[in-house]
Structures are given as C-alpha cells and as structure tokens.
C-alpha cells in the first residue's frame, strides 16, 4: 500500500513539473514570438496630420512630457510651415517623424462631402507624374527641415488614385510606407502590404475610446495607428484632455505599449520580416 500511494505520488510530481514545464516554455514562447521590441504586446503609432497650429501648441508638448514620438504629416504649403519653421525642425530634432503629407493637401472632388476642394486641389484633375512631382517635392521641402532623406507618406483625404490612375507603384519608388485609415486602426505584423499602414480616426474621441482601441490591437499584437488632425483646437478635434489621457496610458506601461514613429515601426516590421524569411 505504501509503495503505491508513493508510486501515485511520484506520478503525481511528474505530471505536475511536466506541466510546470509546458506553462514555462509557452510562456517563453509567447515571449519570443512578440514582434516588437522588449517583448512589447502592440506598437503604437500616434500620427497627426496637416501641419496644425495645434500640433506645435498641444500635442507635441504634451508628447515631449511623456517622451513619447509622433509622426506628423505636414502639407508644405500650410501657414504653419512658413511661420513656424524652427519648430518644426525642432519638432524632428527631439524625435518626431515630419511624413509626407503633399504640397497642397489634393484630394478628389468627385467623392461625396468634398465641396470645399479648389479646382487646383482637384486630384480627379492631377496626371500621375504631377501627383509624383509633387511628392517629390515634399520630401525635397522636408528634407531641408528635417535632413532626413526617408519618411512616410498620408494620402490626403485616404485617395489612392490621380487623374484615374493608382499612384502606388509609383509612390513605392520614393516612400518606404504609405498610412490610409480603417475602422479598427490594425496592421497585423505578418501584413507586408506597406502602402496601406491602417490607423483609426481619433477625432471626437473619448480617452476611453481611444484607449480600448490600443487594448484590442493588444489581443492580436498588432500596430495600431492613430490618426489625429487638431488636438484641443483647429479642425476635426480630439480635445486637449483625451489626448493627454491616452498619452498617459502609453506611457504608464513602456514594456506593454511600443510607441513609435511610423518610420520606425514600419523599419522594424521589414527586419523581422527578413529575418523569419532566412
């Protein structure tokens, strides 16, 4: 009898180590198959568009406070760019990605809703080489703030065709990624279409909102976009407290959130990507 309650306990003990064993290793596993950088859960990329007062007033200073980058996608041509030049550049200097975002902001007025684009505005009307010529431009204009010779790219208004025709194939030739917007801001790392880095539309947003967005892209270790216009002022607004709000979440969890730049997450993704190919 005593021999087999020990052999039953000795049984016992194995099976428990082995499953000990089993919950350590998936642990690890689960550790190892992270995309991101320390094993983070989701990458984060918080991206503002059209070179807004509001950018340079309220969300750069309130990302500085968390040491957190933003992406912001400038449009040459905006007032912002010719009276606040310095800080743009210094806008880059502490980190933050200046992305291609055109020189006049073209979108197609042919869409629904779009009656305030200006006939010269007209991406319906552009050719493909203007389209091209004009992002080329850009990243002439960008690189003399910045001195960065790569940077990604925002389709004004999400249109991915000028004059009938898909810029794509020829936008691969001078940005490494190109950000579109979706309804739940996901880009799944095993996703090598760079030409459409989702990300979801913060304006009017709750903090909670904005916050729920990043724990579901959590579940799926993805890279959640944000895409912001005006913070707490300008146009197509997400107030000053909700922002702030979503930055403090980010920053209060560093080994769970990795917050970058598009530039650099979309970088890393690439590596990875290579080095599972090998």
């Not at 980010?250 to 690439?270: D, I, N, S």
Request: aromatic share 8%; proline share 4%.
């Amino acid at each position: 009898m005593f021999f087999r309650s020990l052999k039953r306990s000795s049984r016992s003990l194995t099976a428990a180590l082995l499953m000990a064993g089993s919950i350590a290793a998936s642990a690890s596993a689960t550790e190892v198959s992270s995309p991101w950088p320390g094993g983070a859960e989701v990458a984060v990329v918080l991206t503002y568009d059209d070179a807004l007062d509001s950018h340079l007033d309220v969300a750069i200073p309130q990302l500085n406070e968390h040491k957190l980058p933003g992406t912001f996608y400038l449009s040459g041509a905006r007032p912002s760019i010719r009276m606040r030049l310095h800080e743009w550049r210094r806008a880059a200097q502490s980190g933050h990605e200046l992305g291609n975002h055109m020189l006049y902001h073209p979108c197609r007025k042919s869409v629904a809703n779009r009656s305030w684009v200006k006939p010269w505005q007209d991406l319906d009307k552009y050719t493909l080489e203007q389209f091209i010529d004009e992002v080329q431009a850009t990243n002439s204009m960008l690189e003399a703030i910045d001195g960065q010779q790569q940077r990604t790219f925002a389709y004004p208004c999400g249109d991915m065709v000028a004059g009938g025709q898909d810029v794509v194939p020829e936008l691969k030739k001078l940005v490494p990624a190109a950000r579109l917007f979706s309804a739940d801001g996901q880009h799944h790392p095993d996703d090598r279409d760079f030409y459409r880095v989702a990300s979801f539309d913060g304006a009017e947003k709750s903090a909670d909102e904005l916050i729920a967005v990043v724990e579901a892209a959590r579940q799926n270790n993805s890279l959640v976009g944000f895409m912001f216009h005006g913070v707490g002022g300008d146009y197509i607004t997400v107030s000053e407290e909700d922002h702030q709000a979503l930055l403090a979440h980010l920053a209060a969890h560093p080994g769970r959130y990795w917050v970058a730049t598009m530039r650099e997450a979309v970088a890393h993704l690439k590596k990875e990507q290579l080095r599972q190919n090998r």
